[in-house]
């Protein structure tokens, strides 16, 4: 016979949840201390202005306001503003999943209306590809090598695989392991044998518990900014973003036949913003499916 539970006395063991009293600056440094993703740098201005006040009081009115007057300086770029309330929104996801939050938190980023930003739809070819992977293995940091590849093999965010330790890798099955992610949905990237191969030399050793590409500050992950602009300078172009890689990959998943709902799963991302960017590419596909179809 299945047990039953005794729901008023079970209730009664259960310690009653209590909000951690943060201000906004001591969220968004426990924020930062455990995640690798650039947050501290794109948080500053907001620590300035409502740094002080508790994290959990700060109004949804209050950050369109601040959008606004972003907007309105004509100092920042759309894009620039909706990223900036994004990593908001991706903090207070966070706080909420470590119950550091009060119960029934809303974030206050929720219903935040976005403005409206140019698309980047950056080409790269496949000889530009092939020279990313060869000129990364001319620096002297080894790694790089290996970054750009599982960048530009996954579709990764850059934090997804600075942030990875050894225990989230499988070499022999070629997967990465990401729990925690921008839309809190756990997902495997996979990438290429080659890759594999070129990680087995590069590190024979291997512990679990280790960054795979940890920096000079134990703990922490290297910041390859400086060696992609020298590679993206060296072959001559300096214009590329390192996620215009994740861009490319989503585009040759959509011009290979994948659907747009698969392609939102590859990449952790929301289908409705695939589509935005990349319907015409699935739109083009379907088209040369129908058409090859009548012959």
Not at 186 to 191: E, N, W
Not at 220 to 233: C, H, S, Y
Not at 248 to 265: C, D, F, P
């Amino acid at each position: 016979m299945r047990p039953k539970i005794d729901l008023r006395q079970a209730m009664a063991q259960v310690s009653e949840h209590i909000a951690a009293e943060m201000t906004l600056a001591e969220l968004a440094k426990a924020y930062c201390a455990v995640q690798f993703d650039g947050a501290d740098l794109r948080l500053r201005k907001w620590i300035d202005c409502f740094g002080n006040e508790s994290a959990w009081a700060i109004a949804t009115r209050q950050i369109s306001l601040a959008a606004e007057a972003m907007m309105q300086s004509g100092l920042y770029k759309a894009s620039t503003i909706n990223r900036d309330t994004s990593t908001l929104g991706t903090i207070y996801k966070w706080a909420i999943r470590r119950h550091l939050a009060p119960v029934g938190f809303v974030s206050p980023t929720i219903g935040l209306q976005r403005y409206a930003e140019a698309i980047r739809r950056v080409e790269i070819s496949d000889a530009e590809v092939t020279a990313l992977i060869d000129g990364a293995k001319a620096f002297k940091d080894r790694r790089f090598g290996a970054f750009v590849r599982l960048v530009l093999e996954t579709g990764a965010r850059r934090g997804e695989i600075r942030e990875r330790r050894w225990a989230d890798i499988d070499l022999d099955a070629r997967t990465v392991e990401v729990l925690d992610t921008k839309t809190g949905r756990p997902r495997m990237l996979f990438f290429s044998a080659e890759t594999a191969e070129l990680m087995k030399r590069i590190w024979p050793k291997r512990n679990a518990a280790d960054l795979v590409f940890e920096g000079r500050a134990k703990g922490r992950p290297i910041n390859f900014r400086r060696l992609w602009g020298e590679l993206t300078a060296a072959i001559g172009r300096p214009d590329l973003h390192l996620h215009d890689l994740r861009h490319h990959r989503a585009a040759e998943l959509l011009k290979s036949g994948t659907t747009i709902a698969v392609a939102a799963q590859v990449l952790g991302h929301s289908s409705l913003i695939l589509q935005r960017r990349y319907g015409h590419l699935e739109t083009a596909t379907l088209r040369a499916a129908t058409e090859a179809s009548w012959r």
